[in-house]
C-alpha cells in the first residue's frame, strides 16, 4: 500500500469517477484504476462498486476512506512541519556554552538568534569543557563551546582565541607592571576554576612547565565571584582577556600575562564526528561567522 494508491483512491470517492479523478491528480483515467486496483489487492478486499458510470463504496471501502482521509491528512502536516524546520519557523536547538565569559560572549548572540527564530526552542546547558563534550557525546546537546578539542570523536567550529590576563589585588607587588610573567606569580595563590575546565589543565600544565605547581586559593566557575575574591586579597586569577576587562573594579587590577603559547582561551563549537547537524544548529553556526569574535587572534 502507498500514499499514491491511497490519494487516488480518495479523489475518485471525492470527484464520483476516475476520469475526474485523473484531472485533479494530472495523470490519466488507466492510471487512476490501475493504482486504486492495486489498493485492493494490496488489502484483498474490493472498495468500490462499479455499476457503469457510477461508483459506490463497499463496506471495506468506508473504513478505508476513512482512514486514508486521516492518513493523507497526516502525511500533509508530516511535509508542512518538515518544510518550517527547513525555514527554521519551528525546531529545537540543543546548545550548551561555557559558563566561564558566557554572559560577555554570548549573551548578544544568544538575543540575536532568538530574534531571527523565534519559534525554534532552546534547551541551554552551560558548563566547562569536559561536562560539556560528555553531553555532546551522549546525546543531551548537539553543539556546544568548549576549548579546541583534540579528540578527533568532535568536529568543529572556531570561534575565538583569546590571551589571558592576570587580575591582582591593586596592592600585589606585580599590579603596576606593564605585563606579568607567569613564572613570577610563583608565590602568589591562585583562584581556580571548577574541575570540568579544561583550562585549569593548561594552567598546570604551563607552570610545572616554568618549574612550580600553583598554589590553590579556591575554585569557582563563576567569573565575578573570582573577582571578588581577587579584591578581598585572595590570590590571582587568570581570565581571557575578553572576559577580564568587564571585570576590574575597586580593588582589583588587570595586567597582560605573558604565558605559553598553549596557555590561551581558544574557543570552538563543537559537535559529534559524522553528526547530522540540524538546521537549527546550522544557523548558530552561521550566526557565529557572522561575529567578529569568531576570528582568531594571532
Not at 565575578?224 to 581571557?240: K, T
Not at 559537535?271 to 540540524?278: D, N, P, T, V
Amino acid at each position: 500500500m502507498e500514499f499514491k494508491q491511497l490519494r487516488s483512491f480518495v479523489e475518485v470517492v471525492h470527484r464520483g469517477g476516475f476520469t475526474q479523478a485523473g484531472k485533479t491528480l494530472h495523470i490519466s483515467q488507466s492510471a487512476v484504476s490501475k493504482q486504486v486496483a492495486q489498493l485492493e489487492y494490496s488489502l484483498g478486499t474490493p472498495l468500490l462498486e462499479r455499476t457503469g458510470s457510477h461508483i459506490r463504496l463497499t463496506a471495506a471501502g468506508r473504513v478505508v476512506l476513512q482512514r486514508a482521509e486521516a492518513m493523507l491528512r497526516l502525511q500533509s502536516e508530516l511535509q508542512s512541519e518538515l518544510d518550517d524546520m527547513q525555514q527554521l519557523t519551528r525546531g529545537e536547538l540543543r546548545l550548551g556554552l561555557p559558563q566561564l565569559g558566557g554572559d560577555t560572549l554570548f549573551a548578544e548572540l544568544f538575543a540575536e538568534y532568538r530574534r531571527r527564530y523565534p519559534n525554534v526552542t532552546i534547551q541551554l546547558l552551560e558548563g566547562g569543557t569536559r561536562s560539556i563534550e560528555q553531553a555532546i557525546l551522549n546525546g543531551e546537546l548537539e553543539v556546544g563551546g568548549s576549548l579546541m578539542p583534540s579528540d578527533p570523536a568532535f568536529a568543529w567550529q572556531a570561534f575565538c582565541d583569546e590571551p589571558l590576563d592576570a587580575l591582582l589585588p591593586v596592592d600585589h607587588p606585580l599590579a603596576q607592571q606593564p605585563q606579568v610573567h607567569l613564572e613570577a606569580l610563583a608565590d602568589t595563590p591562585f583562584l581556580m576554576y571548577q574541575r570540568s575546565f579544561v583550562l585549569n589543565d593548561r594552567l598546570l600544565q604551563a607552570c610545572q612547565s616554568l618549574g612550580f605547581t600553583p598554589k590553590e586559593a579556591g575554585r569557582s566557575g563563576q567569573a565575578d565571584f573570582l573577582a571578588a575574591l581577587v579584591a578581598a586579597g585572595q590570590g590571582v586569577v587568570l581570565l581571557p582577556s575578553v572576559v577580564a576587562r568587564g571585570l576590574v573594579r575597586p580593588g582589583v587590577v588587570r595586567v597582560p600575562l605573558q604565558a605559553p603559547d598553549y596557555l590561551r582561551w581558544d574557543i570552538a563549537f563543537i559537535w559529534r564526528e559524522g553528526a547530522y547537524l540540524s538546521k537549527a544548529a546550522q544557523a548558530w553556526l552561521a550566526l557565529l561567522r557572522e561575529y567578529p569574535l569568531n576570528r582568531a587572534v594571532p
